[in-house]
Structure formats: C-alpha cells, structure tokens
C-alpha cells in the first residue's frame, strides 16, 4: 500500500528551518535559514587583496629606483677603496638584487590583486630568502664602507621590505582561508548554485519547497 505524507505546514517548516539553522551551523539542509545563504555567497565574492600590501608594493615601485641611483652612485665612491673580493660581492649584489626585485615586484602586484596564492607565496619567498639577506649584508658589513647616504638608502628600503614581509604573510592567510572555503562549499555544489539565484546550493531546488513527498494530484496523468 502506497504511503503519502502531507505537506508541513509553512509557518511550521519556516520555524524548524530557523533552529536547525540556529543550532546545526555547519549541517544546513535545503530548508536551512537563507540568510545564511546570502553570507556565504558574499564570502565567496568577497574580494581579499590587501591593500596595506598593494600600497606597500606602489611605493616600493617609486622608491626603487631612487635607491638604484643612490647605492650605484655610493659604489662607485668607494669602489677603488675596496678589496677585490668586496668589489665583486657588490657588484654581483646589486646586479642580483635589481633583477630580482622585478620579478619580485610583478609578482607581488599579480599575486595581490589577482588572489593567486602561487604569485604571492613566490613574492614573500623572494623578499625573506634573497632580498633581505642581500640588504642587511649591505647595511650591516663594516667591510664595505657604508656611507652614511648609503645607510639611510639602506635603511628605508629595509623597512619597506620587512613591512612587505609581514602584509604579505597577513595577505596569504587572508587568501588561503578563503580557497578553502571555495573548495568546502564546492564539494557541497553551492558555488555553481548562486549563479542560479532561484535554486538550492544543495539540492538544486527552488526555495520555500518542502523535500517531503507530496500526493500526486488528480490531473498528473490522464
């Protein structure tokens, strides 16, 4: 004998949906509250570049060259007072570290304002295993003559890159929690659901339907 369940009541089914949705946050059917809908659709299309970052990263894209300028300049100041091996380490230095700095630089702009978590993990590697190392030799080795134009060179480009390395670290924890988001609510299909406003980011059905069986009506079939 065929069992049919009538269909609950609306006001009944908005009741449930609301504490289910209360207490069950993490278990929502397609009944669940829509509110929590709309938040997790704004999650998605949140945008997350840093801006403390893609200011850093304009400035830096002006100060450079200032910098460029000033410690050629220094260089070759004092570059005939130098050892021989000093001379070279300085040269190979700065030729390193101004070509670096362009990828470093491009990165950092793609991987920011694009939220690319390769672009952007390659930016920070950059900045904490080359060019830091590279600057503090030339800020901190008394061998090489600093000159005290060169120190302050030195100095405000240090802090540029030590604030880059900090926005940058914040960025990718930022961008990362946001990936994993996508991937869980794409395991549960709601990603492709919200480009359907009208439909379930569940099941694929309308809202305000019950998922109860209904009794068939009397002109389904003839």
Same mark, same amino acid.
Request: proline fraction near 6%; glycine fraction near 4%; hydrophobic fraction near 50%.
């Given at each position: 004998?065929?069992?049919?369940?009538?269909?609950?009541?609306?006001?009944?089914?908005?009741?449930?949906?609301?504490?289910?949705?209360?207490?069950?946050?993490?278990?929502?059917?397609?009944?669940?509250?829509?509110?929590?809908?709309?938040?997790? !659709?704004? &999650?998605?299309?949140?945008?997350? $570049?840093? +801006?403390?970052? *893609?200011? #850093?990263?304009? @400035?830096?894209?002006?100060?450079?060259?200032?910098?460029?300028?000033?410690?050629?300049?220094?260089?070759?100041?004092?570059?005939?007072?130098?050892?021989?091996?000093?001379?070279?380490?300085?040269?190979?230095?700065?030729?390193?570290?101004?070509?670096?700095?362009?990828?470093?630089?491009?990165?950092?702009?793609?991987?920011?304002?694009?939220?690319?978590?390769?672009?952007?993990?390659?930016?920070?590697?950059?900045?904490?295993?080359?060019?830091?190392?590279?600057?503090?030799?030339?800020?901190?080795?008394?061998?090489?003559?600093?000159?005290?134009?060169? !120190?302050? &060179?030195?100095?405000?480009?240090? $802090?540029? +890159?030590?604030? *880059?390395? #900090?926005?940058? @670290?914040?960025?990718?924890?930022?961008?990362?929690?946001?990936?994993?988001?996508?991937?869980?609510?794409?395991?549960?299909?709601?990603?492709?659901?919200?480009?359907?406003?009208?439909?379930?980011?569940?099941?694929?059905?309308?809202?305000?339907?019950?998922?109860?069986?209904?009794?068939?009506?009397?002109?389904?079939?003839?």
């Amino acid at each position: 004998m065929p069992v049919f369940y009538a269909p609950v009541p609306q006001n009944v089914r908005m009741g449930l949906a609301y504490v289910g949705g209360s207490v069950f946050t993490n278990n929502r059917t397609a009944d669940s509250d829509f509110t929590r809908e709309q938040e997790d !659709r704004s &999650v998605v299309n949140e945008l997350v $570049s840093h +801006l403390p970052l *893609q200011m #850093l990263l304009y @400035f830096n894209m002006f100060y450079f060259p200032c910098w460029w300028f000033s410690a050629v300049v220094m260089l070759e100041v004092k570059f005939y007072h130098l050892p021989g091996y000093y001379q070279a380490l300085l040269i190979t230095g700065m030729i390193l570290l101004t070509v670096v700095e362009v990828a470093r630089l491009y990165l950092g702009y793609i991987g920011n304002l694009k939220e690319k978590v390769p672009e952007l993990a390659a930016f920070w590697l950059l900045s904490f295993t080359f060019q830091l190392p590279v600057l503090l030799f030339f800020l901190t080795d008394e061998g090489t003559i600093i000159l005290p134009l060169e !120190r302050a &060179v030195h100095s405000i480009y240090l $802090s540029f +890159l030590l604030a *880059q390395i #900090l926005a940058a @670290f914040l960025a990718l924890q930022t961008l990362t929690r946001k990936l994993t988001l996508l991937f869980h609510l794409r395991q549960f299909g709601e990603v492709e659901s919200f480009r359907h406003p009208g439909s379930s980011p569940v099941h694929g059905l309308s809202y305000h339907r019950s998922v109860l069986p209904m009794p068939p009506t009397n002109n389904a079939y003839h």
